[in-house]
């Protein structure tokens, strides 16, 4: 299993707090990407990183931000967190842009 | 953009059944397919993948998918199920070529596979 690694895994918050979500990686693998899976949606992309400092939107990025200060870590932030963004968020990684991507454990994140 | 369509949101067998999960996409450009699988709880594992060559695609667990591109197809097949292959199913295309979906995964709704005894 690639080395992936998200914290917290699971998280019960409240509407209008900013949370921090973490994705490490051991592979040294260029590509990292924040997902977000709902029921009959599959999973959809909310932002992704292509190197240190270098991110850029996905599909739904709309109330989340990211940093990637080290080529390990990429952090998802809600800014202020909403009863819509509850979900289950995986992060993956890839070592090339058109490479497979491998998926971490996932972050179940509730919001009352 | 592209997009993915996974034709049964659910797909009841009998084990040591064969089974097949649909999935459909759309792109104006030329792509690469995947399918991945999901136990409960966990993360995403990848079954297969298409780049390129053969239509014909193995992968894990005894499973195989078909490319058809005059089909937009990329159905996921196995001859003989387990009760083991209880999960769910995502199909999943990417652009090979430029533009602002180049490098992006975009997954379908998903098929959750139950295989009863």
């Known amino acids: 299993d690639a080395g992936i690694t998200q914290s917290p895994r699971h998280k019960v918050t409240e509407t209008g707090t900013p949370v921090t979500l973490r994705c490490h990686q051991t592979?040294?693998?260029?590509?990292m990407y924040w997902y977000r899976q709902d029921p009959g949606h599959g999973l959809r992309l909310i932002h992704y990183?292509?190197?240190?400092?270098?991110?850029d939107k996905g599909e739904v990025s709309d109330g989340y931000s990211v940093s990637r200060s080290k080529t390990e870590d990429f952090l998802l932030t809600l800014e202020s967190a909403t009863s819509s963004q509850t979900s289950v968020y995986f992060c993956a990684i890839s070592e090339r842009i058109q490479e497979t991507q491998y998926f971490g454990p996932g972050t179940r994140l509730l919001v009352l | 953009a592209q997009s993915v369509t996974q034709l049964d949101s659910q797909v009841p067998v009998f084990e040591e059944a064969p089974v097949e999960l649909r999935c459909n996409y759309s792109?104006?450009?030329?792509?690469?397919l995947f399918w991945y699988v999901q136990y409960p709880n966990q993360g995403l594992q990848l079954l297969l993948k298409y780049l390129s060559g053969s239509t014909l695609v193995k992968g894990i667990n005894g499973f195989e998918a078909e490319f058809n591109k005059s089909q937009t197809s990329f159905h996921l097949r196995k001859p003989s199920v387990h009760i083991s292959d209880t999960a769910e199913y995502f199909c999943a295309v990417m652009t090979n070529a430029g533009g602002t979906s180049y490098g992006k995964l975009t997954f379908g709704q998903g098929t959750i596979l139950t295989v009863h005894p």
């Open positions: 990183s292509y190197g240190v400092k270098d991110t």
């Open positions: 592979e040294n693998h260029r590509y």
């Open positions: 792109s104006s450009v030329s792509v690469y």
